[in-house]
């Protein structure tokens, strides 16, 4: 398209060329200006729609209004359901925590009122001089899902230091630390001494515990019967397997009341104080051995006094 433009002022006529980008661009020029315009009539329109009183431009912006009340309403109780699941969680988890943290406190020897985990903590102090600012949805929300991590992260480690504590608690019941007799006294430490038999100095690889013809022998601790049967020197003899090495031997028994292969719990009864085998009187030798070395079972008794 060739537009001529023709004025006094010009000495000769002036001619534009069009072409079809121009074109274009006046086109999108004039339906951006179109645009614009409508949407500023319509939002003054919208505006002003109080103070003109014209029904349809008041129905219209109420119901636009209700419209996003909606919204707002649908988001902010999607949210708070959604916080509430999180909480339910972390409340289920904090009640867990509680019972794991009194078992905890209970294994560790403390007493019930140094730790009261069925009270909230006390806590206070002074009003802080920094500004305040109230909390968010999003910040809200972000706590929640912090506080859920941290609880997860301490149930984890709190359930394996359970585990390590239940473990522990097996092996030392399975040492052999509980007298093997009611009211013995001993008669031979462990250690050096001259043999009875032969007047010589001779090692004692056990203990004896003096006691009335028929006395229970009990088990130290709980274990597997390995050995049951009569012995040239230790006579009736039984002897216990607990595990990591450790074995009690019970000898010069009257009688015995267990079998191999049978598992016995600790201060259960193997049998009876007697005077067989290699013995000058009733008394119960009692033995512990690891990995076959002889080791001096007063490390392992709890001896009263």
């Known amino acids: 398209m060739n537009i001529i433009l023709v004025s006094g002022k010009l000495t000769k006529a002036r001619a534009l060329t069009l072409t079809t980008p121009h074109l274009a661009a006046c086109a999108v020029a004039a339906l951006l200006g179109v645009l614009v315009l409508a949407f500023g009539l319509h939002y003054f329109m919208l505006r002003d729609a109080s103070s003109v009183g014209d029904p349809v431009l008041t ?21 708070l359901n959604a916080m509430a699941s999180k909480l339910g969680e972390v409340q289920a988890q ?29 806590r206070g102090g002074a009003v802080s001089t920094l500004p305040t600012y109230d909390l968010s949805l999003g910040d809200l929300n972000r706590q929640v899902d912090l506080l859920t991590k941290q609880v997860d992260d301490r149930t984890e480690k709190l359930a394996i230091l359970d585990s390590l504590m ?34 010589k100095r001779a ?5 004896d515990f003096m006691a009335k013809f028929g006395t229970p022998a009990r088990a130290a601790a709980g274990g597997v019967v390995i050995s049951s049967e009569f012995h040239p020197q230790y006579g009736n003899m039984v002897e216990i397997d607990h595990g990591n090495g450790l074995i009690t031997l019970y000898a010069h028994l009257s009688k015995r ?9 600790s201060r259960g009864k193997v049998g009876a104080v ?29 001896l009263p006094g």
């Open 59 to 79: 129905a219209q912006v109420l119901s636009a209004q209700q419209e996003q009340n909606e919204k707002t309403q649908n988001y902010l109780r999607n949210s």
């Open 203 to 207: 090692f004692h690889e056990g203990i």
């Open 94 to 122: 904090m009640l867990r925590l509680d019972t794991l943290g009194e078992r905890l406190a209970k294994a560790a020897g403390f007493k019930p009122q140094e730790f009261m985990f069925d009270q909230v903590p006390g």
């Open 166 to 199: 239940i473990v522990d608690s097996a092996k030392k019941k399975l040492l052999p630390s509980a007298l093997p007799i009611d009211g013995g006294s001993f008669s031979s430490n462990f250690g050096w001494r001259i043999d009875p038999f032969t007047s």
């Open 257 to 265: 009341d267990v079998k191999v292969g049978d598992v016995v719990l």
């Open 274 to 302: 007697g005077s067989t085998g290699q013995s000058t009187g009733p008394h119960l030798h009692f033995e512990v051995r690891r990995n076959g070395s002889p080791l001096n079972p007063v490390r392992f008794l709890r």
